[in-house]
């Protein structure tokens, strides 16, 4: 099976069962103005991580691959938002509040759409999740089970939470998930590293992290 040299050993994965998983790049969370920023956080750490990104990305494409993207957004009624989220962090916009990229995170404002970066192309799916987590109240899981993918190349932001989450919730369901570290970010770069250790502690109890030309190379070489 193809091997990528990784952390705390070789990831392997069968062929045809691979994807990439790209959560939550959207402009909300990494442009100036929007919910990130409200919060106080410095948004440039996260667009650092676009370029590998991105040439990641295009060996996915290149090599015919599946890619899927998320964005955590919320009805524009938000009925679908609970009120503990809705109140929690205090950002001096909230959630459903009118900012610079239109209603915090709603579903069809331009603050919700992925970067133009990043931007998805036709055949690839996106989810728009209402959690932190890919698969809570989506087709996530079902989608992964329509492509047959048992192995899940993970990228996004911000590490130790969306991203974190929805690799926890990949391995309780049975999926062999490898988290890329120069193409995952967080706003707190000691809750970034702790979350790659505490992801491939324990003989990759979570699953196993790996840099981007690491995984460029071996499915470039499919």
């Known amino acids: 099976m193809p091997t990528i040299a990784a952390e705390p050993y070789a990831y392997t994965f069968p062929k045809g069962k691979l994807a990439l998983v790209i959560i939550d790049m959207q402009r909300d969370f990494v442009e100036p103005g929007g919910f990130g920023a409200t919060l106080g956080n410095d948004v440039t750490r996260l667009t650092a991580i676009v370029p590998a990104l991105q040439r990641l990305l295009a060996a996915f494409r290149a090599a015919g691959l599946p890619v899927i993207h998320t964005k955590e957004c919320h009805r524009p009624d938000l009925s679908d938002c609970p009120p503990a989220k809705l109140a929690r962090g205090n950002p001096s916009l909230k959630i459903g509040d009118a900012g610079p990229m239109g209603r915090i995170l709603v579903a069809g404002e ?21 959690g932190k987590g890919a698969f809570y109240a989506t087709e996530f899981g079902a989608r992964l089970e329509q492509l047959g993918a048992t192995h899940l190349v993970v ?68």
């Open 110 to 130: 331009p603050g919700s759409e992925i970067i133009d970066e990043l931007v998805p192309i036709a055949g690839e799916i996106v989810i728009e999740k209402p």
């Open 155 to 222: 990228t996004g932001v911000t590490t130790e939470v969306c991203v974190q989450t929805t690799m926890r919730e990949a391995n309780d369901r049975g999926y062999e998930c490898l988290l890329v570290e120069d193409c995952t970010e967080s706003y707190f770069p000691a809750f970034k590293q702790a979350a790659l250790e505490m992801i491939r502690a324990q003989g990759a109890i979570v699953g196993w992290t790996a840099r981007s030309d690491a995984v460029i190379a071996t499915i470039a070489a499919r």
